[in-house]
């Protein structure tokens, strides 16, 4: 029965796959990626295959929601495996397909649950923020990270920052359903450019995240506007330098604050792009050698993250 139920639930799927969006990535991927391009492939179109996590809410936690999670089989992210992970950040994931419905968004009433991509949660651990840090968020649309951060700690500051107007909505919104009122007084939320973020507040964070736009491959693959879709084909090509400058507003803000500044970014895009642009890939995962001593030894454990996590 279950066997016939995931067949059906594929074919609706392939029936959705944008073709348009699938033959650009045939022919992008399967020369940039070489064989590997299979593999990519095969997860890239069986959402079966994705990792939701469902990360709860220590604002409105529910105890019967937890019960609930174990009996269906959903297990916590280890916090014994991780070099960072504090205890007031409760996340579950499945060990089989399954995806939690999403909670509606209702006015003065906080949700109980974020669903999200594990692996968004690689750079919120990695940032290991503190009570009373001061933090960006420099790219926060649709806001999943910034409420894990709030999961781990309770800053002294979080500005949350979002340039596209519909996602800085989008943003305020998510804010707004799971953050209860006395923290919002120590957070801001902008809708500025984040290139100009660092000059306009020179030395204010102790941190920052950045979660470059990306090129979003998964998302379009099921578009339902071919049209929309093939325009953002065309657009992606721009995306890498748009990284650059955002990735470079945060170089400029780590040197001010060197000696105390901790910095963690994760572009998310399928494409090596990356490493055909000189410094782009060390500045996206933090690596450069540069003296700020803390920077380099946490490019070392974002790695150990990102292992745990394929293991």
């Known amino acids: 029965m279950l066997t016939r139920l995931k067949a059906k639930s594929e074919r609706n799927l392939a029936k959705r796959i944008c073709k348009v969006v699938l033959d650009h990535f045939e022919k992008q991927y399967s020369k940039e990626l070489g064989d590997a391009w299979n593999t990519v492939r095969d997860v890239l179109i069986s959402p079966a295959?994705?990792?939701?996590?469902?990360?709860?809410?220590?604002?409105?936690?529910?105890f019967e929601l937890e019960k609930n999670l174990h009996l269906k089989g959903y297990h916590t992210l280890s916090q014994g495996s991780l070099p960072y992970h504090p205890k007031s950040m409760q996340c579950y994931l499945s060990r089989t397909p399954d995806r939690m419905p999403s909670e509606r968004?209702?006015?003065g009433n906080l949700k109980k649950y974020y669903l999200?991509?594990?692996a968004s949660l690689l750079p919120v651990l990695a940032l290991e923020l503190r009570d009373g840090e001061k933090v960006l968020d420099l790219c926060a649309a649709p806001g999943g990270k910034s409420v894990a951060l709030l999961q781990c700690a309770d800053p002294g500051y979080l500005h949350c920052n979002e340039y596209d107007g519909l996602r800085f909505?989008?943003?305020?919104?998510t804010l707004e359903s799971f953050i209860p009122q006395p923290l919002v007084d120590v957070i801001k939320v902008s809708e500025l450019d984040g290139r100009d973020l660092g000059d306009a507040q020179p030395g204010t964070f102790d941190k920052v995240l950045v979660d470059a736009p990306c090129s979003n491959d998964r998302s379009w693959l099921f578009s339902s506007d071919s049209q929309k879709a093939a325009c953002r084909i065309s657009q992606r090509r721009n995306l890498p330098v748009l990284q650059i400058e955002l990735l470079s507003h945060t170089e400029r803000e780590r040197e001010r604050q060197r000696h105390r500044q901790r910095e963690k970014q994760a572009p998310c895009t399928?494409?090596?792009?990356?490493?055909?642009?000189?410094?782009?890939q060390d500045r996206a995962l933090g690596q450069r050698q540069a003296p700020n001593r803390c920077a380099t030894q946490g490019s070392l454990k974002f790695r150990t993250f990102f292992e745990i996590f394929l293991t």
């Open 105 to 107: 968004h209702q006015i």
């Open 169 to 173: 909505r989008w943003l305020k919104q």
């Open 270 to 280: 399928g494409s090596p792009t990356w490493d055909s642009i000189p410094g782009l």
């Open 49 to 62: 295959c994705w990792q939701y996590a469902v990360l709860l809410n220590r604002f409105n936690y529910s």
């Open 116 to 118: 999200l991509n594990a």
